[in-house]
């Protein structure tokens, strides 16, 4: 089960940690994304953590949002700054087996709640 958290109102500009948390397996293991919905547009990935580590982030946000894990506290976060109204979204985090290096977008198959980030002045 993963459980997402860290949502909330930021002016633009801000900055936000969203958290997502598993129990019940060790998210090390497997590989593990987050994704958005922004308001009437279609889901995006955001960021993927392979099973073997590597990370990867969508081109337009690379630059703004930082993906992390604490295998001790079995959370990943996502760091997000230079916050924009466009980025306002419900995230959500998601784990599927493990891919080696790879993120298959397709396979993601257990997914969090979701928590909501809004930016808006």
């Known amino acids: 089960q993963l459980q997402a958290s860290g949502g909330g109102s930021v002016q633009p500009g801000g900055t936000l940690r969203l958290s997502c948390t598993a129990s019940g397996f060790s998210l090390g293991d497997y590989a593990v994304a987050w994704f958005r919905r922004a308001p009437g547009k279609e889901r995006e990935a955001v960021s993927c953590?392979?099973?073997?580590?590597?990370?990867y982030y969508s081109d337009t946000l690379k630059s703004r949002f930082t993906m992390a894990m604490d295998n001790a506290k079995n959370t990943v976060y996502l760091q997000m700054s230079s916050l924009k109204p466009e980025d306002t979204a419900i995230y959500y985090c998601?784990?599927?087996?493990?891919?080696?290096?790879?993120?298959?977008?397709?396979?993601?198959?257990?997914w969090g709640q979701g928590t909501l980030v809004t930016v808006s002045s």
């Open positions: 998601a784990s599927t087996k493990p891919y080696g290096s790879k993120c298959p977008l397709f396979a993601f198959d257990s």
């Open positions: 953590r392979s099973s073997d580590g590597s990370i």
